[in-house]
């Protein structure tokens, strides 16, 4: 009965450790990988697992590298996937652009993939064009007309210039320029009518591409519409201002005018205030003249009489002037 227990302990001890073994030890990915025809040590994996490294994550992109015909080894995958980056991505992305005869190397696409941008699919926008449809871009004509566009850029990825290359952002920004300066420099809204191709040629000629990820093919006017009068617009908005100006500026003289008036008021009422001032004082200098013997008695009685004969004469005309006023209209009436 012990050497039953003992027997069956050991047997157990050789499966943990086995099991032990296999699990650190992948043995099935070393068999898969030389049935594969892809030569690698037992070691390097076993290393793979003291640096925390799946050792999965690269040798299924090296077998599938190597059954491609791509040149590359276990130290530049197993550096790139330490660096951060996505082995799988980068190996299909070597193989798409073999099979598609463009020239990428595993640095440079293994740096397109650390720089952040997704290498496979910029080998495929290599392979097959992309469209960036710009949104409505306005400009205005010499005659005051708005002409509304949108623009078809068909691109290509640059392999090239990818890492540092300005991205779509910076085409279609170029692309709304280069409109503008086209419409701005004709002379009519309607000869960009009859034209449109005029602005994919001029655009196109400028070399918007340049410093870019990309490489223009084409530039085509999608749709292309009329806005609103903005020379007209203009014009009745500066009108508005003259307007408004002329307006402050006739307020200003009315009150300047208003306050003269009341200046010319106050003024009239001090002069009138001077003559009633002047007219107390002639009782006075009769009194003193009387008193000093300048003046006598019967001279006061024929200045009283002039007085009253003036104002009766004053009287008397200013009744008569309605009735000859009056009889002025009905002579003039027969």
């Not at 039953?4 to 157990?12: E, M, P």
């Not at 001032?277 to 009769?286: F, G, H, N, T, V």
Request: without cysteine; charged residues 20%; neutral net charge.
């Amino acid at each position: 009965m012990p050497q039953a227990v003992g027997f069956f302990f050991t047997l157990a001890l050789l499966f943990l450790g086995g099991s032990l073994f296999f699990s650190f030890i992948p043995v099935g990915l070393w068999v898969s990988a030389w049935a594969a025809g892809v030569r690698i040590r037992i070691w390097t994996l076993v290393g793979m697992r003291l640096r925390r490294v799946r050792p999965i994550l690269i040798i299924q992109p090296l077998i599938k590298a190597s059954k491609a015909g791509i040149d590359v080894n276990v130290n530049q995958l197993e550096s790139h996937l330490l660096s951060g980056g996505r082995v799988n991505t980068v190996v299909d992305a070597l193989i798409a652009s073999h099979r598609a005869n463009l020239e990428l190397s595993f640095e440079r696409a293994a740096a397109i993939d650390l720089a952040g941008r997704s290498v496979l699919d910029a080998v495929k926008m290599s392979v097959t064009p992309k469209i960036i449809e710009t949104p409505w871009i306005s400009a205005v004509a010499v005659d005051g007309i708005e002409v509304k566009v949108i623009a078809r850029v068909t691109v290509r990825a640059n392999l090239a210039r990818l890492v540092g290359g300005a991205g779509e952002e910076t085409i279609i920004a170029r692309v709304g320029e280069g409109v503008v300066t086209t419409v701005g420099s004709s002379r009519s809204h309607k000869e960009v009518l009859e034209n449109p191709d005029r602005i994919s040629q001029t655009v196109l000629s400028k070399g918007l591409d340049s410093g870019t990820a990309f490489e223009i093919l084409s530039i085509d006017i999608a749709d292309i519409d009329i806005g609103r009068n903005i020379g007209a617009h203009l014009q009745i908005e500066q009108a508005e201002a003259d307007k408004q100006i002329a307006q402050a500026k006739a307020e200003e003289r009315r009150a300047n005018a208003i306050a003269q008036e009341q200046e010319m008021t106050a003024r009239v009422q001090e002069m009138r205030a001077k003559v009633v001032e002047a007219e107390s004082k002639i009782p006075l200098a009769i009194a003193k003249a009387l008193e000093d013997g300048n003046f006598g008695v019967m001279d006061y009685y024929t200045m009283q009489n002039v007085k009253a004969d003036t104002s009766m004469r004053e009287a008397i005309g200013s009744a008569e002037a309605p009735i000859a006023n009056q009889g002025a209209k009905s002579y003039g009436s027969k």
